[in-house]
C-alpha cells in the first residue's frame, strides 16, 4: 500500500497511529506530499481529486480518502483489537469523538492556514477567535469524558490524542492542559504508547 502523506498533517498522523496499532505499518510505503490551499502536489490529484492527503493507494490501485476512511479499511485488515467497534453504542460513540477530534484539527489547521498563508492586512480576527472557541468548547467537553474513555484503544481515542498533538505541536503557547487535568493526565500515558512516539509530527 502507498499513503501520499506530511509528517505535520494530523491526519496522516492518525492513519499511521491506527497502522502502527493493527500491525500493519510495514506494509504501507509512505509518500510526502507538499499540499496546501494554494498549491497542488501533482502525484496526489492524480490519485486524489481533490487534492488532499492523506491519500491510500492500495494494494489493488484503489485510492481511498479521507482519513476516516482509511482508517476503518486498515481496521478491517488485521486480527486483532478492532479499533471500529462494529455496532451498537460504543461504536457511535467512538465515531462522535472521533467527529470531535477532527473538528479539532479542522479548526485548528484554519487558524494556522489565516496566520500563516493569508496577508497579514486579509485576516480577520473574529472569524480566527470563532475557530479557536470551537477548539476550547471541544476541549472542555472531553475533559467532562475523558474518565469514561474505554480500556483498550478505539478510533476515537486515536483522534483524540493526535488532536492533542496537534495542538502541542503547532500551538505550543496555548497550554490547554491546567483547565483540563483530567484530560492532560490520560493524554500523558497515552502518547507514550509506541504508535504515537512513532508517529510524532515533523516540520
Excluded at 462494529?86 to 479542522?106: N, V, Y
Aim: neutral net charge; charged residues 25%; hydrophobic residues 45%.
Amino acid at each position: 500500500m502507498r499513503l501520499h502523506f506530511s509528517p505535520a498533517s494530523p491526519y496522516a498522523r492518525k492513519v499511521l497511529v491506527v497502522a502502527h496499532e493493527a500491525g500493519l505499518e510495514a506494509q504501507i510505503a509512505t509518500v510526502p506530499a507538499s499540499v496546501s490551499p494554494v498549491s497542488i502536489d501533482a502525484s496526489v490529484v492524480a490519485d486524489n481529486p481533490l487534492g488532499k492527503i492523506p491519500c491510500l493507494v492500495t494494494d489493488a490501485g484503489e485510492a481511498l480518502y479521507d482519513s476516516r476512511v482509511i482508517c476503518e479499511y486498515l481496521d478491517s485488515r488485521h486480527a486483532g483489537h478492532r479499533l471500529f467497534p462494529h455496532e451498537g453504542p460504543t461504536r457511535w460513540l467512538a465515531l462522535r469523538r472521533e467527529a470531535l477530534a477532527d473538528g479539532i484539527c479542522d479548526a485548528s489547521i484554519l487558524c494556522r492556514y489565516e496566520a500563516v498563508l493569508r496577508p497579514k492586512d486579509r485576516q480577520w480576527q473574529d472569524w480566527l477567535d470563532g475557530q479557536v472557541l470551537k477548539v476550547q468548547r471541544a476541549l472542555d467537553r472531553l475533559e467532562q469524558e475523558v474518565e469514561s474513555f474505554p480500556v483498550l484503544p478505539d478510533i476515537g481515542q486515536i483522534a483524540v490524542a493526535v488532536a492533542l498533538g496537534y495542538r502541542d505541536f503547532r500551538f505550543a503557547d496555548d497550554d490547554w492542559r491546567p483547565r483540563r487535568p483530567k484530560l492532560a493526565a490520560w493524554y500523558a500515558t497515552f502518547a507514550e504508547r509506541p504508535s504515537m512516539r512513532a508517529t510524532a509530527p515533523l516540520g
